[in-house]
């Protein structure tokens, strides 16, 4: 069956991310037999237009979209993807292709299954794992069997054009299929994204996109805010660590230099990260690691100086907070000892790192705010970089939501599909906007979320200038030298004092939907 796989994604912050997700299902339906066309939106300028011009050369009977992220998950400056999806992809292939069927899956549908349903007018959505799903969904269509049996399926219309109910089985907000979600058992045997056969990899690298590659699935852990454990499981399905570098392998045959990791939580458990770490410095490829997600619980000295024999460049730590209470609010599972356990290890074995804090949780005051800052004063190097976020984006399905709902922060039936924030009511959202700008004009290294918000235009030229430069790494890890010559020149003052200016319009809006 000819098929057209369309990756959805346009964000170029921090880098453009390759459709690891998009390129396994894409090899899992090629390996099943189906002719598979990718369309890859990411750095087209006008998406309407390519995907009435790739319809109109090659009409197909399925036009499966993947949508990563239902909004930038930033407070100061939310921006919501789905209207541009619907809009400029899927009523455009519904004109271009009107025989065609559209289905949608990825971790966005994962997230709020009926409400992207709905929203995106598609006529199927998988929810769960696509590799084992979509290639279900072509098999039964192909055959002209009942597709009611495919796993995680969402059904709203047939072919006559018959308008069904979407299923409900009140299990994570509405919108669950009946028969469960798709889960692959065994991730050892599934699919590799072999992306090199569906984007342009070259491109990616050149705009910072290292390739993505997952050790494991699932999180044991259960932070508050998290939705991780409804999209993977709540338990850890490993890779074999041989199987993980026999990948790298192909990869680098592929051209590729730059590989993160992004599991959930890289270090979780620690006895494989470090197995992975020696299977990685014994076969020793030309390949820079870097990971999105290193937990501070997990971070000991023998583990940093593995990651650094197996050619780990630089990392990002997501404590999330530096305040004992906060953390414990969040339910992060470990204490502020951790975090400055982890700062220690990380700052004497000199590996390069990217902290993210996340303010505005359940108990967060003044004073937690403030505790998190001096920890970054005392313990964060100036070559690295500290990222805060205010406000905590609520997902239906997390236990923050009960917890918002049982405070009367959202109603009852709110099911927090669109930019739905919390913060805590016991802060004073303009004092600590006032500390937060006051402390970046302090420490070059340090910025807010509203920082970050750039066209892509924008960011394409920064990275393209850090490169005729000569500079090395990830975009980010440069960031304290431009912010320091901003500060010289006064150019970030004047950006963070007009940024303040607005801190009472932003405070009006606690959650803003």
Known sequence: MQVLLVNTNREHMPWPAVPAGLCTVATAAARAGHDVKVLDLTFVRDPARSVREELARRPVPIVALSIRNIDNCNFESPHFYLEEIRDSVVRVARKAAPNARIVIGGSAVNVSPGDCFEYLEADLALVGEGEVAFPALLAALESGQSINQVPGLLERGSATGQRLPILDTGRLGRGEPANGRALVPDIGTSARSEAWRWVDLRRYAANGGPY?????????????????????????????????????????????????????????????????????????FPVEYSTMGLNPAAVTPELVLAMQRAGFKNVMCTPESASTVTLETLNKGFKKHAVVRAAQVLREAGMPTYWFFMLGAPSETLDTVRETLSFCEEHVPKTDMVLFSTGIRVYAGTPLERTCKDMGWFAEDDPLFYPSWFIS??????????????????????????????????????????????????????????????????????????????VGKIGSVQHNR
Request: hydrophobic residues 40%.
């Open 212 to 284: 993505p590659i997952q050790t494991k699935r699932g999180c044991a852990l259960k932070c508050s805010y998290c939705v991780y454990n409804n999209i993977e499981g709540h338990r850890y399905r490993l890779r074999d660590p041989k199987e993980v570098a026999d990948e790298i392998e192909e990869a680098v045959s592929h051209g590729v230099s730059k590989v993160d990791f992004v599991d959930s939580t890289f270090n979780l458990p620690l006895s494989h990260a470090r197995a992975l770490c020696e299977e990685l410095a014994a076969r020793a």
């Open 425 to 502: 009511p016991e802060l004073d959202l303009v004092a600590s906007y006032d500390l937060l700008v006051k402390a970046a004009i302090q420490h070059p290294n340090w910025m807010t979320n509203a920082e970050t918000v750039v066209s892509p235009a924008m960011a394409s030229l920064l990275k393209g200038s850090l490169r005729w430069m000569g500079k090395r790494g990830p975009f980010w890890q440069h960031l304290p030298k431009v912010f320091e010559w901003a500060t010289r020149v006064g150019v970030l003052q004047r950006g963070l004092a007009e940024q303040a200016k607005n």
